[in-house]
């Protein structure tokens, strides 16, 4: 019979149990309580209770030399490094008292005898009682052994757990939050290892933990034990799967597929005192995603069935047995950062100036930081940090906390979005560019350097002092309008950083930015391989398909996934998504274009838009296009969808292309597919009410329509004091289609820079009863009590 108090079973614990068995492992207790029915699978496992820790700490008279050394580090009399390390060596050189190894012990062999083996591998993880709370949580505090096998390691690792209470980055933290070192205690759970060293492991959020977009599933994915993605010391897999779409039969809402570079891995050692060794993983699990869709998926919904009965959203461990296949749930706690953020203020923050391109990474945060840069290779310089300056390593770990606190902004090598450097980044408010690969040979020690977060996904680092301006803005305080208030919005990396604004839906989101920056191949080269002539393309081509039996399957996967990722803040509202609209010229620079594109004159006005999508030189590169409209509207889920054809020249070209868009698929009116044309052509105003007959809506390009009817060169310098939408030729154009538009019943918006530029252009659009008016993200807050103030002076006019 086990001693009573020392050691409690997972399931016979809950998060009332905090105080007994601190965050951790209360909370490892209450998802094998409560959502086994969910199908949530949780290794089995005991904690030893923080009654375990007090007997240890008493039955050896431990508590005036703990108190001491803790009075005298904050006198100041000795340093913290000097009091964290005279601390921890009283632990190590205590003696277990015998009923409490006793208790541990059997514990330890029952749990042996329900894996079916004589002494079963365990992690060891501590589990404090101010830890992993809603208002204290913090990463890698305490100390996890992993692999543990037999009586005697076990109660080591056991003292080792105790003794990394007073880690010096422990001390530190809880001086920060107001606890006192004496009133926490430590529980431990020992837990059935996971074979993850021969599978992979990762981590989970479920909101977006770079804005705070609350509608999606974060994973992160590693070959190996789980340490390397946590810590940082890979760059993983991601993976984001659209969580209102979970449930929906037939949708497999997974709008990103990230791969990551997955360099090393964590596996066991070979046996003693080496537990665990990390590896280099091969060239086969470098190009290979770590999980298949069926494993995203599952894993997507167990988190969001965490996430609902804790009520709040969540930050998770997980593991996937090599062995066996099966995924676990290894650890789950509340995410304490962009949780706690208001839905209605936020911070805009803009890049002004220019300069040279140091490094590129993941942006962690939206800020912008100006520094010196301080370059520290290893732990072992922390010294040399000079408060303020921009912190540059390879990677960080625990043991950093108390410079990274000093920080103006953190860069590193390795690591992901869920790094142990994103995650405290997060939580200190410090903006950070992670695993940037080469940050230390391209950043010189000393240097001015300004860190940009504020451009989506991909933060950058630039050479120099550049300019930036921060605005505060408050949603609560915008006015409602008549008029619908959209965005245009044309990087999935940027998808989710405008997610609060009470945006009407997306006006444009431009196809052709996912196909430049994402897929990069043009698409005929993907159908014909075989004609591209530049060897150089052809080994990029194969490098990027890698895994694809079909190379037209990359795109289209690529182009869904980009698709649905700007969709998804706006679901069900509508996302008008315009059909590549390249010239020949762009469509050349893309990897293989070379061969498939004809030298254009004037590209401007020539194959472009509408024309090319019947033509037999790009019928079936339009076709894979057609099948990724298809897969974001039917498997991912998004009906919001809705296609728009740009540069459509003749009624009788729009008749081609919807009788090729319904050959594959895209049948406008079936499954509520709306299909929409782009304004932007003379004839499209004149021949008004024939287009009306074949589209569902209208959007006015404000860009090209000015230039074809003045005549002007939008690119040209030598004409841009004319090109200007406000010219009265401009407006009796937008004026007619307007009038054509309603009189015809379908709707009309515009989604050309106009109104983002000038608040008169906007007025004029609202005096003309246009019935949305799409905006760039960041005009709109400015932008809408303009549109609100013309629709009242429009409502008192006689």
């Not at 405290?424 to 300004?450: H, K, M």
Request: contains cysteine; aromatic residues 8%.
């Amino acid at each position: 019979m086990m001693e009573p108090g020392y050691v409690v079973w997972f399931e016979e614990t809950g998060m009332g149990d905090v105080p007994r068995v601190g965050g951790k492992n209360a909370s490892l207790g209450e998802l094998v309580r409560s959502l086994a029915e969910a199908g949530v699978q949780v290794p089995e496992g005991f904690a030893v209770t923080a009654e375990g820790y007090w007997e240890f700490v008493r039955a050896n008279g431990m508590e005036p030399g703990l108190r001491g050394w803790l009075e005298r580090y904050r006198s100041g009399e000795v340093g913290l490094a000097e009091a964290g390390h005279a601390v921890r060596e009283l632990f190590l050189a205590a003696q277990f008292p015998p009923e409490l190894s006793a208790a541990i012990v059997q514990a330890y062999r029952q749990l042996s005898e329900r894996s079916n083996t004589h002494a079963a591998p365990v992690a060891v993880r501590s589990s404090a009682t101010a830890e992993d709370l809603p208002d204290a949580s913090f990463a890698g505090q305490q100390e996890t052994f992993l692999n543990i096998a037999g009586d005697r390691a076990l109660l080591a690792a056991c003292r080792r757990c105790f003794a990394s209470l007073f880690t010096d980055r422990a001390i530190s933290y809880r001086a920060i939050k107001g606890f006192d070192d004496l009133q926490v205690a430590l529980s431990i759970g020992v837990q059935r290892m996971v074979r993850s060293d021969v599978g992979a492991s990762g981590v989970m959020f479920t909101l977006d933990t770079e804005t705070g977009f609350p509608d999606a599933v974060v994973i992160s994915a590693a070959w190996g034990l789980g340490e390397t993605v946590v810590q940082g010391t890979v760059n993983p897999d991601k993976y984001l799967v659209y969580k209102p779409l979970l449930g929906r039969d037939g949708c497999t809402p997974i709008i990103e597929r990230t791969r990551g570079e997955k360099e090393r891995k964590l596996v066991y050692g070979h046996g003693g005192s080496v537990r665990t060794r990390l590896v280099d993983t091969t060239e086969r699990e470098r190009r290979a995603l770590v999980l298949d869709d069926g494993e995203i998926m599952q894993l997507a919904r167990w988190a969001v069935a965490i996430e609902q009965h804790y009520g709040t959203p969540m930050d998770m461990e997980w593991a996937k047995d090599g062995t066996t296949g099966g995924l676990f749930v290894v650890q789950a706690r509340p995410e304490t950062v962009q949780a706690g953020r208001s839905g209605s203020r936020f911070s805009v923050h803009r890049l002004l100036g220019e300069g040279p391109l140091l490094a590129t990474g993941a942006a962690i945060g939206d800020s912008i930081a100006v520094g010196e840069a301080c370059v520290i290779r290893s732990a072992a310089e922390i010294d040399r940090f000079r408060d303020g300056a921009v912190l540059v390593t390879e990677m960080t770990d625990p043991d950093w906390v108390p410079v990274m606190q000093r920080a103006a902004g953190i860069v590193t090598e390795h690591g992901g979005t869920t790094s142990h450097a994103a995650i405290v980044s997060r939580e200190l408010g410090v903006p950070a560019v992670v695993g940037t690969g080469n940050a230390t040979e391209a950043i010189a020690d000393g240097g001015q350097i300004t860190l940009s977060c504020a451009e989506g996904d991909e933060g950058h680092v630039y050479d120099g002092v550049l300019e930036y301006e921060t605005e505060e803005i408050n949603l609560a305080e915008l006015p409602q309008t008549r008029t619908g208030v959209m965005v245009n919005v044309a990087s999935p990396a940027a998808a989710f950083q405008w997610w609060r604004l009470p945006a009407a839906g997306v006006g444009l989101a431009r196809m052709e930015f996912i196909i430049n920056d994402v897929i990069r191949i043009h698409p005929m080269a993907l159908v014909h391989p075989d004609r591209v002539a530049d060897p150089a393309d052809t080994e990029r081509i194969r490098e990027l398909t890698a895994g694809f039996e079909d190379p037209g399957e990359y795109f289209v996967q690529a182009l869904a996934t980009g698709l649905g990722k700007l969709a998804a803040p706006y679901f069900p509202r509508p996302v008008i998504v315009r059909l590549s609209d390249f010239k020949t010229n762009e469509y050349a620079h893309l990897l293989g274009g070379a061969a498939f594109e004809p030298a254009e004159e004037n590209p401007m006005l020539g194959f472009r838009g509408a024309s090319r999508y019947y033509a037999e030189r790009y019928r079936e590169g339009f076709a894979l296009e057609c099948r990724a409209l298809g897969k974001v509207r039917e498997q991912l889920g998004f009906g919001n969808v809705v296609v728009m054809i740009p540069f459509c020249r003749t009624p009788a070209e729009a008749d081609k292309v919807l009788q090729v868009m319904a050959a594959n698929g895209l049948v406008r009116g079936e499954n509520g597919l709306e299909v929409y044309m782009m304004c932007e052509i003379p004839s499209n105003v004149i021949l008004a009410e024939e287009f009306a007959a074949r589209f569902d809506g209208f959007s006015i390009g404000s860009n090209d329509l000015t230039q074809l009817v003045l005549g002007v060169d939008r690119d040209s310098e030598l004409l841009a004091p004319l090109f200007d939408e406000r010219d009265e030729a401009v407006k009796r154009m937008i004026s007619q289609v307007i009038r054509a538009a309603h009189a015809a019943g379908i709707k009309i918006g515009i989604c050309g820079q106009g109104p983002s530029n000038h608040a008169d252009f906007a007025a004029f659009l609202v005096d003309e009863g246009i019935d949305t008016i799409s905006l760039n993200p960041d005009t709109f807050v400015k932008t809408v009590p303009r549109i609100a103030e013309a629709e009242q002076r429009r409502k008192e006019e006689p």
